[in-house]
Every structure is written in C-alpha cells, then in structure tokens.
C-alpha cells in the first residue's frame, strides 16, 4: 500500500504516471446504518482541515438525479462511502462539517444532489474552476492529478448505475480513489492560484457557486429534445411535446431515466410521420422495441392529444426571449450593436490572453452580448461596472475588464458622449 507521503509528493521526473489502484488505507466499509453512520460523524467532527466530498448518481438509468453514494475525506478520519439510500439525512454530517471548507471537482454538478441529503458547504474549493482559473487545457478529475501530482486514477466505472445494490468491490473503490487525492490537488492547485495572483479571483468564483440559487425550471423543457432542428410545423410540435410530457409522466413514475422509456429519436420519428391510427404509429422502426411496444396505447393517446389542438392553440415555433437576438442577425439587425459586440470580444480576448484565462471565464459570453446589445446610456467605465454587476458579474472581472470595455463601447457610441 503507498503511504501518504509517496502519494502527497510524486516522483517529479518519472517516466509515466503511477497508476493508483487503492486507497492508502484500503477501503473501508460502507456507512449503510445509523450506528455506522453515528460513528462516521464522530470521526470527521473530530477531524481537522479540508474535507473532500463526492457524490456518484444514476444518470443515464434514473430519473431521479439524486446521489446513491457519497465519498467523504478528511485528514484523520480517512475515507466514508456513505450510502444515502440507508441514510438518506445527513444534517448531522454537515453540522459536524459546518467550520470544514468542502473540496470538490465540478461542483455544480455535486451540489444540488448533496442538498438534497442536507448537506450544503459554507466554503468550497472547486478544483475544476480553479484548473479552469490556471488555464489547464483540460481539466477533468483524473487529468488534473496526474499532471500536478503524478498519479492515475482508473475511470472505468465512471458512468455505471449506481442505484445497484449491493455496490460491487471494484466500484466502490473507484469511488474512494476518486477523493483520495482531492485534498493534495487542492493544495496544489491553490499554490498555484496564489503565485498566480488568482487566489482571491477564485476565492469569488467559488463563493458565487456556492451561494447560486437552485435553477429554475426551464419553459417547455420538451423544446430540448434532440432532433428538433427537423421539426419545422407548429403542430409537429404538438406531436413532440405531448409525447414529452407523456414520457416524462412514465419515467418519474417508475424512476427510469426518459431516454429509456422512448427515445428523442422515437418523439421526432412520430412527429414527422405524423401517425392516423394506433397501427400506422406501430409501424415505424423506432416503435418495434419490446418496452416502446409494451408502452403504445400511452404514446397513441399522447398522438391523439396532439392531433386533437385547436389550430389556434399549437405551441409557437419559436419563444419570446427577453434577451438580445441571435449574434449573427445583429449586423442586418443593429449594425452598432454589432460592431460593439466586435470590439467588445476583442478586448476580452486580449485581457484574457495577458492574464492567462479562459475567455469565458473573464466574462460569460451572455453577459457580453447583453451588454453590447443594451450599454449604457453613456459607456463610463463606472456605469459599465455597474452594468456588469447588475448582470452577475464578479468584483475581480469587473476590475479587468470596465474601463477596457468601455473604451470599445465608447468607440461605437451612436451618440456624443
């Protein structure tokens, strides 16, 4: 087994990184009662410094989006694999890890599932946005550690579905590794952020994430499904919507995720062809699988639905949107306002190239288009600092990035200044 010393500091000039195949303490048994979760608490309160957290869901087989395991790492107390299933309430884990700043990669990811079980950090450590931060050309898990600390990690269980019970050995330890390092790369990557003079940037960042409020729903999520770009008649969509709506009713009732229940491709199918009887829709190739055919009188009344919308009462082809047009129209549209968003993106992309970043990370690029679309009455570096903050923008990019912007809205100005 390979300590903790030879894991926090790697060979620097190996050949080829060191593939890790365990936890350094092995790996420990899963917390699935309240007596082992009783103890689990007591370990980590007793703890100190940094816990990292992971959690795996069932995406791809569950319609849920809810975790069915959690990892857990923190100095003294090794790693937890708890099983949210058996312990579905884990406030007083996050009571325990309430003065803890919490590790994650791809927070965002992680964060909604975790609320769920009552756990919600109150400091977090994103690694992915801070390799983001640092300008890593890729910044995946497994690509961070071994590039800062020299180790690989083995992924080959990384889009199982983990609602199988019991969890096999060999997916449980791919869970463990996944927060064995977590800590190191951290430490690692902060180091970096510091020398960098981008600690107090990520600092922002991961505040932002952490404190973002819960995702609306989005209108008419049916309007996602893949294929739509063939839809092209208002009562087409009639037809995608209703068998949206009606798959989406089958798979939260039976906790599969939709994808399996009838395929985007099976909707769009149905939608051109446009059925006239149970029969007709039968016949068509993306109909013929056992569950699809098991399923038909629910996608027949659904097509009956659809057929049966006043004209006048068909969803709209396109949504109202209360933000700029599509970039490309705005030269037909509003040519100031194209060549504002022209120079606007220059600018950003010379600021982001001298500091090292990601250019949508200086400023999103919705943030960008808004602001060229509708700048201020007069393009001050104040009140385009403003503007930028009334958009969500962060002290430190409002810092890099006002007065540059202004200069390239002020040389675009339709007006005196």
């Given amino acids: 087994m390979t300590d903790r010393a030879t894991i926090a500091h790697p060979p620097a000039d190996g050949p080829s990184p060191i ?23 007591e370990a980590f309160a007793r703890s100190s410094g940094p816990v990292a957290i992971d959690a795996e869901r069932a995406s791809g087989y569950r319609y849920s989006h809810r975790a069915y ?48 079980l009552g756990l919600q950090p109150r400091k977090l450590f994103d690694t992915e ?46 869970a463990a590794l996944d927060v064995e390092l977590l800590i190191e790369l951290r430490e690692a990557l902060a180091e970096q952020l510091e020398r960098a003079g981008k600690l107090s940037w990520a600092e922002q960042e991961f505040e932002a994430l952490r404190t973002q409020p819960p995702r609306d729903s989005r209108r008419d999520p049916w309007r996602r499904t893949s294929g739509m770009h063939r839809i092209r008649k208002r009562r087409e969509l009639a037809y995608v919507r209703e068998l949206w709506l009606a798959r989406d009713r089958v798979a939260e009732s039976r906790d599969i995720s939709p994808g399996r229940v009838l395929s985007d491709q099976a909707i769009i199918s149905a939608a051109l062809a446009a059925p006239t009887s149970r029969r007709e829709l039968a016949s068509l190739p993306a109909y013929d699988g056992k569950t699809t055919r098991r399923d038909l009188d629910i996608w027949w009344q659904a097509i009956e639905r659809a057929r049966s919308v006043p004209d006048d009462e068909l969803p709209e082809l396109t949504l109202p949107y209360d933000g700029p047009p599509p970039a490309r129209a705005w030269a037909d549209r509003d040519p100031d306002a194209a060549a504002r968003l022209t120079a606007c993106r220059a600018c950003l992309q ?30 001050t570096p104040e009140l385009v600092a403003e503007a930028l903050r009334a958009r969500g923008a962060r002290a430190w990019q409002i810092e890099l990035t006002a007065e540059r912007l202004a200069a390239a809205l002020a040389d675009h100005h339709p007006g005196p200044i």
Wanted: glycine share 6%; with cysteine.
């Fill in 19 to 41: 593939l890790l195949l365990q936890p350094r303490e092995g790996l420990p048994p899963v917390v699935d009662s309240p007596e082992a979760l009783a103890r689990t608490i």
């Fill in 69 to 116: 395991l959690v990892q857990l790492r923190r100095a003294g107390a090794g790693t937890a694999l708890i099983d949210p299933v058996r312990c579905p309430d884990l406030s007083e884990l996050n009571a325990a890890l309430a003065d803890a700043e919490w590790v994650l990669h791809a927070a965002p990811q992680d964060l909604p599932c975790l609320a769920e």
């Fill in 129 to 174: 946005l801070a390799g983001r931060l640092l300008s890593y050309p890729r910044v995946g898990l497994g690509s961070l550690i071994e590039e800062l600390l020299g180790y690989q990690l083995e992924k080959g269980h990384s889009a199982v579905d983990w609602s199988t019970r019991p969890l096999p050995e060999p997916w449980l330890n791919y």
């Fill in 350 to 379: 010379e600021l982001a190239e001298a500091h090292r970043l990601p250019v949508e990370n200086l400023l999103t690029p919705d943030v960008v288009r808004r602001l060229a679309w509708d700048p201020p009455a007069e393009p």
